[in-house]
């Protein structure tokens, strides 16, 4: 699986960016997609996602601002983030699960974009 995000961006402080992602190869079998970001000397953190069944879950932080929206014909996942805050500047990587059976979960990544915020 090949996962190809775009989107990332400089925003002053409550400004809004879209965040997408498509992805390619063997996407059969993927289940959930969704965002982690990474901010400098953090560990990456789960941002939101989305299953296949269309149930979404956003971290404690994002209160309302993100919404993680999926298209299954077109094996794309975006992120619409408003009221951006400094605090949100990180990179901003793209996620897939794949389960091509029940023991095995595969995880793939994407390349990461870069989200500023200044104030």
């Known amino acids: 699986v090949q996962l190809q995000a775009s989107g990332g961006g400089k925003v002053q402080a409550g400004g809004s960016l879209k965040l997408s992602c498509v992805a390619s190869?063997?996407?059969?079998?993927?289940?959930?997609m969704g965002w982690y970001r990474q901010a400098p000397g953090q560990e990456r953190e789960l941002v939101a996602s989305?299953?296949?069944?269309?149930?979404?879950n956003y971290a404690d932080y994002v209160a309302g601002r993100f919404t993680i929206s999926r298209d299954y014909a077109k094996n794309t996942v975006s992120l619409q983030m408003t009221n951006l805050q400094r605090e949100d500047t990180a990179v901003y990587y793209c996620?897939?699960?794949?389960?091509?059976?029940?023991?095995?979960?595969?995880?793939?990544w994407g390349q990461g974009t870069l989200v500023t915020v200044s104030s």
């Open positions: 996620h897939a699960q794949r389960e091509p059976n029940f023991i095995h979960q595969y995880d793939y």
């Open positions: 190869g063997s996407i059969s079998y993927i289940t959930s």
């Open positions: 989305v299953d296949s069944m269309g149930h979404a």
